[in-house]
């Protein structure tokens, strides 16, 4: 069973941080695009930041590029998610994902094959 287990969120005043980690287990971790998304109320599911299977690959929403860093470590099958100088319309339910992909290099996560339950971020002004 696959189990992708995000951590790390909570209530900061803006301009904080916060490090979001996700756990993933039963799963060919290397096999796999890491990625988070968010989901603010209201509005749609948005893509936020991910990271190729080798790792040596990042990319990012316009909206978080310099205030946020992914790592993936592959040996212990998690991904992080740094939030740095963080505003009011950052708020939302951020989710670990994971796709399935044949490229070590691949970033983008058009269609995640593996969800986890959110984890609340929640910044005030």
């Known amino acids: 069973q696959v189990q992708l287990v995000e951590s790390g969120g909570g209530l900061v005043q803006a301009g904080g941080s916060l490090r979001l980690s996700c756990a993933a287990s039963?799963?060919?971790?290397?096999?796999?695009?890491l990625g988070w998304f968010r989901q603010a109320p209201g509005k749609e599911r948005e893509f936020v930041a991910a990271?190729?299977?080798?790792?040596?690959?990042?990319n990012y929403a316009d909206s978080v590029k310099g205030r946020f860093a992914l790592s993936r470590d592959n040996a212990k099958n998690t991904v992080n998610l740094q939030m740095n100088s963080l505003k009011p319309e950052d708020t939302a339910v951020y989710y670990c994902?994971?796709?399935?992909?044949?490229?070590?290099?691949?970033?983008?996560?058009?269609?995640?094959?593996?969800w986890g339950q959110g984890t609340q971020v929640t910044v005030s002004s």
């Open positions: 039963g799963l060919t971790f290397r096999g796999y695009a």
């Open positions: 990271a190729s299977r080798n790792s040596y690959f990042t």
């Open positions: 994902a994971a796709q399935r992909t044949p490229s070590a290099y691949y970033t983008a996560l058009p269609k995640p094959d593996y």
